[in-house]
């Protein structure tokens, strides 16, 4: 693995050496990719370069018309519902992505929230990895490419012709830094990029949040991005989230922030009888109509969960045990198993049928349950329970779940 540099200074000379050394080991690309043409060529998507197996890492479910979607789900935050989109495991490692930028220009690629600057970026950005690649993340370590006038958007569409033209002295090449603010200061910058296959769209955005009528939530754009010279496609969340720093505690490669999700469980192995039991194939008894595949609320969808958020795009929890969490898209999950014998002591969604009523919508909720004794202590849910293995992940689950925020939120 390879140690980012800690500072913006231009790179040159045998600097310049070093940093292209430190890519090389980055993308393991070197000895494979071949030589950059100038400007590089449109390979076209990267669909058409995939076969049906390279197509089905891609987050997102298809539709009977063979379009694709990623699913919005219902849950909680300190008491009130809320609503995300579920893009799949993730990995808390990150990969690179390179931007463009003139240079001078002060507000690209992001402004002071952290919020991407599309439009003053230089053609779109290169990223080192695709789905089903070693390494691959939706979390992106962003390293700043400054380009002279006379360069023309989309020159570059690999990571091998930056090295390139690193290497020719025709652009610079920094780690980008940003100011967070608050405790965290001046460090390194990570974006969270979705890749989806083309066409992909996000579950009921630009309608209303939910349970909140009138009130619209943003419009995450799909965008282009370029992955060894082919088209791929993208949702940009730093429009609602902004950038994040890295986790203080990554040893070398940065590792992205994470937050939690708790979700509940009803205990079917300890003798329930509720309504999530009682389905077909559910012995975890996950409350959650996709964990399920039921409507348990009857309101005519599968969205509905008894998940319980920690933290949230500009807010930060009521519960003081978590009041400094930062927020973060990437959720550790924790299950929350109610006990068999105290089913009627903890309504959920499964007994209500109302995606709105529920006695547990709050970590504090949660943290009563576990001082009555209504359920069992928190575990982490495990890769094992969950069937998957993803490098950096220390054996634990992690969830890619950006929130949904108002059009207006900052």
């Given at each position: 693995?390879?140690?980012?540099?800690?500072?913006?200074?231009?790179?040159?000379?045998?600097?310049?050496?070093?940093?292209?050394?430190?890519?090389?080991?980055?993308?393991?690309?070197?000895?494979?990719?071949?030589p950059a043409s100038r400007p590089e060529t449109d390979l076209g998507p990267i669909e058409h370069a995939l076969d049906e197996n390279g197509l089905s890492v891609f987050p997102g479910l298809k539709r009977a018309d063979g379009s694709h979607y990623i699913r919005q789900i219902n849950g909680f935050f300190n008491g009130e519902q809320t609503g995300y989109w579920f893009f799949g495991f993730a990995s808390r490692a990150t990969a690179d992505v390179f931007v463009f930028c003139r240079e001078g220009d002060k507000i690209c690629p992001f402004d002071a929230k952290g919020h991407a600057q599309w439009s003053h970026m230089v053609g779109?950005?290169?990223?080192?990895?695709?789905?089903?690649?070693?390494?691959?993340?939706?979390?992106?370590?962003?390293?700043?490419?400054?380009?002279?006038?006379?360069?023309?958007?989309?020159?570059?569409?690999?990571?091998?012709?930056?090295?390139?033209?690193?290497?020719?002295?025709?652009?610079?090449?920094?780690?980008?830094?940003?100011?967070?603010?608050?405790?965290?200061?001046?460090?390194?910058?990570?974006?969270?990029?979705?890749?989806?296959?083309?066409?992909?769209?996000?579950?009921?955005?630009?309608?209303?949040?939910?349970?909140?009528?009138?009130?619209?939530?943003?419009?995450?754009?799909?965008?282009?991005?370029?992955?060894?010279?082919?088209?791929?496609?993208?949702?940009?969340?730093?429009?609602?989230?902004?950038?994040?720093?890295?986790?203080?505690?990554?040893?070398?490669?940065?590792?992205?922030?994470?937050?939690?999700?708790?979700?509940?469980?009803?205990?079917?192995?300890?003798?329930?009888?509720?309504?999530?039991?009682?389905?077909?194939?559910?012995?975890?008894?996950?409350?959650?109509?996709?964990?399920?595949?039921?409507?348990?609320?009857?309101?005519?969808?599968?969205?509905?969960?008894?998940?319980?958020?920690?933290?949230?795009?500009?807010?930060?929890?009521?519960?003081?045990?978590?009041?400094?969490?930062?927020?973060?898209?990437?959720?550790?999950?924790?299950?929350?198993?109610?006990?068999?014998?105290?089913?009627?002591?903890?309504?959920?969604?499964?007994?209500?049928?109302?995606?709105?009523?529920?006695?547990?919508?709050?970590?504090?909720?949660?943290?009563?349950?576990?001082?009555?004794?209504?359920?069992?202590?928190?575990?982490?849910?495990?890769?094992?329970?969950?069937?998957?293995?993803?490098?950096?992940?220390?054996?634990?689950?992690?969830?890619?779940?950006?929130?949904?925020?108002?059009?207006?939120?900052?």
């Amino acid at each position: 693995m390879w140690q980012a540099l800690p500072d913006t200074r231009t790179i040159s000379g045998y600097c310049r050496l070093l940093v292209l050394a430190a890519l090389c080991m980055a993308t393991a690309a070197c000895d494979t990719d071949p030589p950059a043409s100038r400007p590089e060529t449109d390979l076209g998507p990267i669909e058409h370069a995939l076969d049906e197996n390279g197509l089905s890492v891609f987050p997102g479910l298809k539709r009977a018309d063979g379009s694709h979607y990623i699913r919005q789900i219902n849950g909680f935050f300190n008491g009130e519902q809320t609503g995300y989109w579920f893009f799949g495991f993730a990995s808390r490692a990150t990969a690179d992505v390179f931007v463009f930028c003139r240079e001078g220009d002060k507000i690209c690629p992001f402004d002071a929230k952290g919020h991407a600057q599309w439009s003053h970026m230089v053609g779109s950005p290169v990223f080192a990895r695709k789905p089903g690649d070693v390494g691959f993340s939706p979390f992106w370590l962003v390293w700043l490419v400054t380009v002279p006038a006379d360069y023309q958007p989309n020159e570059i569409k690999s990571v091998a012709g930056m090295k390139a033209a690193v290497a020719a002295g025709r652009v610079k090449l920094t780690l980008h830094m940003h100011d967070h603010g608050g405790t965290i200061g001046v460090g390194q910058t990570i974006m969270h990029c979705a890749h989806v296959v083309d066409g992909t769209t996000l579950e009921r955005a630009g309608e209303d949040l939910v349970n909140r009528p009138g009130v619209k939530n943003r419009i995450i754009e799909r965008r282009v991005g370029w992955h060894k010279q082919y088209r791929i496609h993208f949702f940009d969340f730093t429009a609602s989230e902004g950038v994040t720093s890295p986790d203080p505690n990554s040893a070398s490669r940065p590792l992205m922030r994470t937050s939690d999700i708790y979700v509940a469980f009803r205990d079917c192995a300890g003798g329930s009888k509720s309504t999530t039991c009682g389905l077909v194939n559910t012995l975890a008894g996950s409350v959650s109509e996709r964990g399920t595949e039921t409507d348990l609320t009857g309101d005519g969808d599968k969205r509905d969960t008894n998940n319980i958020l920690v933290a949230f795009p500009g807010a930060l929890p009521v519960d003081p045990v978590d009041a400094d969490r930062v927020y973060s898209p990437l959720w550790r999950v924790t299950k929350v198993a109610v006990k068999a014998e105290h089913d009627k002591d903890v309504t959920l969604i499964d007994d209500t049928h109302d995606q709105a009523k529920s006695s547990m919508k709050s970590v504090a909720d949660v943290r009563a349950g576990l001082a009555q004794g209504f359920v069992h202590p928190l575990e982490f849910v495990d890769e094992g329970m969950t069937g998957t293995a993803i490098l950096g992940n220390d054996g634990l689950t992690f969830f890619s779940c950006p929130s949904q925020v108002a059009f207006d939120a900052p």
